[in-house]
Nanobody, 119 residues
Framework: QVQLVESGGGLVQPGGSLRLSCAAS????????MGWYRQAPGKEREMVAT???????NYADSVKGRFTISRDNAKNTVYLQINSLKPEDTAVYYC?????????????WGQGTQVTVSS
């Protein structure tokens, strides 16, 4: 069974930076896409950034210019570099892997890592 394990969250002051990591138990290149989502208290889970197997990246408008998603195929790891953090970035960040086989698709999720932005 494929597992996704996130790490790198923590408490950071506004304006600070973090790098989140998502280690997969198999090649990240084998997935149609991987990405990061977040869920703040009382809010729905939202897409933050995704990267497809061909390298196409997509970002939520609220994080463009501050967040960067990247992939290291050799390490089976996807990263999210977060800069210029704001209090509204506080949330649990989840790693996602989307698999596609023919007309079928599914999602795998990590356990989440907490990011708290506060002075």
């Amino acid at each position: 069974q494929v597992q996704l394990v996130e790490s790198g969250g923590g408490l950071v002051q506004p304006g600070g930076s973090l790098r989140l990591s998502c280690a997969a138990s198999r090649s990240v290149f084998s997935f149609h896409a991987m990405g990061w989502y977040r869920q703040a208290p009382g809010k729905e889970r939202e897409m933050v950034a995704t990267i497809t197997s061909d390298g196409t990246m997509n970002y939520a408008d609220s994080v463009k210019g501050r967040f960067t998603i990247s992939r290291d195929n050799a390490k089976n790891t996807v990263y999210l570099q977060i800069n210029s953090l704001k209090p509204e970035d506080t949330a649990v960040y989840y790693c996602n892997a989307r698999w596609v086989v023919g007309t079928k698709f599914g999602d795998l999720w990590g356990q989440g890592t907490q990011v708290t932005v506060s002075s």
